[in-house]
C-alpha cells in the first residue's frame, strides 16, 4: 500500500487499547482476488501493515490474526480474550456459517466489528457487491457494529468506531452507563 495515513483525530483518552484484527478464509488471496471489489491492496500482509500504521497514529495498538482454518481462529479467540480491548473481524469464507468463531467472540464480552471489502448487503453485480449477490452475515446480529463495502477503508472506519467507542466510558468503556 502506498498511499499516506493522515490522523488528525483527537481522542478523549490516551490509553493505548489493543484491538486484535482478524481475517478469516480466503482473505490470503487478498491481492489475487478481483480487483473490481477488493481494489489494489498487494496482499494481506500489506492490509495488516496499512490497519496497524493506521492504528499507531491512532494511538492504539493492532494484533493481526489470519488463518484459512476456523479452529486455528477459535484457538486465537480463546487465547486472546484476556488481554485485548476488542476486536476486528472479517469472517469471509465463514460468514454464512461461521456460528463457532461468532459465539466465541461473543463470550468474550468484548466490543466486535465485523468488516468486509465487499458490500455484501448489495444485489449481484452492483458496485463493490459479491458476483453472487447478496450474502446474509451470521455475524453481524451479535456485533458491535459493522462497516462493509469500503474495501480496505472498512478496516479503518470499524477501528476508528472502535476506539472512540472504547474510549467513551458511557458507551463501551468501563464506566457508568450512558443512561445513568
Partial sequence: MTSEISTNVIRTSDKRHLIAVIDGPNMSNLGARSKKVYGAIASLDDLKEYVRDYGDRLGVDVESFSSNYEG???EFIHESASRVDGYIINPAGLTTIGEGVRHALEDTGRPVMEVHFA???ASAGASRGLGGGSIQ????????G???GMRQYSY???LTALVFGLDDTGFLGA???ADE
Avoid at 452475515?137 to 458491535?144: D, E, L, M, N
Fill in 119 to 121: 458490500n455484501i448487503s
Fill in 72 to 74: 486455528a481462529i477459535l
Fill in 137 to 144: 452475515s451470521s455475524f453481524s446480529h451479535t456485533a458491535t
Fill in 175 to 177: 464506566g457508568p452507563a
Fill in 156 to 158: 479503518i472506519g470499524a
Fill in 146 to 148: 459493522v462497516t462493509y
